[in-house]
């Protein structure tokens, strides 16, 4: 038997079940849940990662959806479990969903939600971040600084990269790929060449426009490319922004050989998903080129680092925290309660995952939808008319 994990309860009488595998920032979620007659569970378990057994054991026996973590293996184990607790409906909070076996959900008939769109600008900004922060050596600055080795100003200290004029390179022009690239082109005014399965329309419309502009205003334009291969935005990017999903695809996308092709001086980010990156082959990459400077939100192993990371003084290191800002994290939590709640109630898909502002808004009610499910078309779920 299933040992018992801790819960804290809203809404005891409510005639759905709803499981979070989390406490989630905010209240709205939990306040629309417990309006449409939810009975809403939070674990409250210390451990940070639950495990596959630990979420059996949250579904028990009646389970209407459960809402969970990026870090949880939703696999067939639990959709299994979930389906025979009677469950139609899962939501990742968060817009990545490698974590989920989409295929089994569908075979059980289980709607599988994610977060899209509300953490575009909130990651794009991390990306941002971490690209400003290793050109310009922030974070073994402030190590310096803090250890009391500044004794006076010196014409060679801490000099990085100049961003204005240079070149950035964005691998997954997507969502939040698209926004970073704005974010580099518009702030720092850089070239774009970018990397997609699919054309980029919108932001290359957007680099022709602000290049017009510059250029009447007498300042040099802004140019992009979308390069033919992954291979030519290595060789000619200054600094690289990983953020593509993580599929077969994309798995070691960066590897020994691919990081041989880029600038001695390059700067690599990667915000997307640890596995992007074969991690072993980038601390010898670091080792190899002091110059080569890398910002990392994500890890191959996560919450581990490969041997020999943490000693580098070319990367930079944060704990996956690209969507944490309140904003984004409570819409997440919202995102992720409605599509739980959508399905419940048997509503239909939103149209366009992309745009789920109206679900945000915290002034008038959401619409009678669930905001993204991905797996929509193959359960056969209507979409929205609204
Ligand atoms: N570090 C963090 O906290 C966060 C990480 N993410 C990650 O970022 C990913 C992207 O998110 P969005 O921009 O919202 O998704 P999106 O679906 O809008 O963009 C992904 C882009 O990658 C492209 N792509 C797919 N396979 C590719 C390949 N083999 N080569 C080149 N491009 C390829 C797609 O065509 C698409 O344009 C998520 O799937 C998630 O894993 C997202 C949010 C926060
Ligand atoms: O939404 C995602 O995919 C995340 O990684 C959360 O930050």
Redesign the pocket.
């Known amino acids: 038997m299933a040992r018992p994990v801790s819960i804290e309860v809203w809404n005891p009488n409510g005639k759905y079940r709803v499981v979070s595998t989390k406490s989630m920032p905010g209240t709205r979620w939990i306040n629309l849940l417990v309006q449409q007659d939810c009975r809403v569970e939070i674990c409250t378990e210390k451990k940070t990662i639950l495990s596959v057994e630990d979420i059996i054991a949250l579904i028990g026996n009646r389970c209407d959806g459960v809402i969970g973590q ?1 870090t949880e293996d939703w696999g067939e184990t639990l959709f299994s479990a979930l389906s025979k607790a009677g469950g139609k409906a899962f939501s ?6 490698n974590n989920v076996d989409v295929n089994a959900a569908t075979k059980y008939g289980v709607a599988v939600g ?2 899209p769109g509300v ?1 575009t600008e909130t ?1 794009a900004e991390l990306a941002a971040s971490l690209s400003l922060a290793a050109s310009r050596r922030i974070v073994e600055a402030d190590g310096f600084m803090r250890a009391g080795l500044y004794d006076g100003w010196l014409p060679h200290l801490f000099v990085g990269n100049l961003l204005k004029g240079q070149t950035v390179g964005v691998i997954g022009a997507g969502r939040i790929g698209s926004a970073y690239a704005r974010m580099m082109i518009e702030g720092f005014k850089m070239n774009l060449i970018y990397y997609d399965l699919y054309q980029a329309t919108r932001l290359e419309k957007f680099v022709t426009a602000y290049g017009q502009f510059l250029k009447a205003s007498g300042e040099e334009p802004v140019t992009w490319k979308r390069a033919s291969s992954m291979d030519e935005v290595l060789q000619v990017a200054d600094v690289i922004s990983l953020h593509p999903i993580l599929d077969k695809t994309t798995y070691h996308l960066i590897n020994k050989e691919r990081l041989s092709k880029m600038k001695k001086e390059a700067i690599l980010i990667n ?1 997307s ?1 640890g596995p992007v990156v074969d991690e072993e082959a980038l601390v010898e990459h670091l080792k190899q080129n002091p110059m080569f400077r890398v910002g990392l939100d ?1 890890f191959e192993d996560e919450p581990y680092m490969k041997p020999g990371l943490a000693d580098m003084k070319n990367a930079i290191v944060v704990p ?5 800002s309140k904003w ?1 994290r409570e819409g ?1 939590a919202t995102l992720a309660a409605l599509n739980v709640l959508g399905k419940i109630k048997g509503y239909p898909t939103w149209s366009n995952p992309n745009q789920v502002d109206a679900f945000l808004d915290e002034n008038s009610p959401p619409p009678s939808a669930c905001p993204s499910i991905v797996n929509a078309k193959q359960l056969g779920l209507p979409v929205s008319k609204l």
């Open positions: 990026l990742n909070m968060a817009v990545g969903y994610n977060t953490l990651t915000c998903r994500v996956h925290i690209a969507s944490a984004t997440m």
